[in-house]
Nanobody, 124 residues
Framework: QVQLVESGGGLVQAGGSLRLSCAAS????????MGWFRQAPGKEREVVAA????????YYADSVKGRFTISSGNAKNTVDLQMNSLKPEDTVVYYC?????????????????WGQGTQVAAAS
């Protein structure tokens, strides 16, 4: 019943922007963290950004600070990731995830629900 669906991935030139969106459904997420992760081939999945839905508190990986912004979406139970100044190293699959408040937001462990992923590519 619970479903997370990502959208907005695509191909842009280096320095360009993309906006990813995650639509969550199937339960109440008001007490949850919503996170964006990414995973390159042969690498472990790593956190990009997270937001505590009830308070708006955010976390960003050092590699994306100043370039990416996580926020609640316009529609109910959606979360967006605005990605600016994209670099070739940002070319990877991005995943939306949801986990109860109290988890370690930087770890994949604890996140209960995951989307299918969306591909982002920034070509130089």
């Amino acid at each position: 019943q619970v479903q997370l669906v990502e959208s907005g991935g695509g191909l842009v030139q280096a320095g360009g922007s993309l906006r990813l969106s995650c639509a969550a459904s199937g339960r109440t997420f008001s007490s949850y963290y919503m996170g964006w992760f990414r995973q390159a081939p042969g690498k472990e999945r790593e956190v990009v950004a997270a937001i505590r839905w009830s308070t708006g508190t955010t976390y960003y990986a050092d590699s994306v600070k100043g370039r990416f912004t996580i926020s609640s979406g316009n529609a109910k139970n959606t979360v967006d990731l605005q990605m600016n100044s994209l670099k070739p190293e940002d070319t990877v699959v991005y995943y939306c995830a949801a986990g109860p408040t109290g988890i370690t937001v930087t770890s994949t462990r604890g996140y209960l629900y995951w989307g299918q992923g969306t591909q982002v590519a920034a070509a130089s």
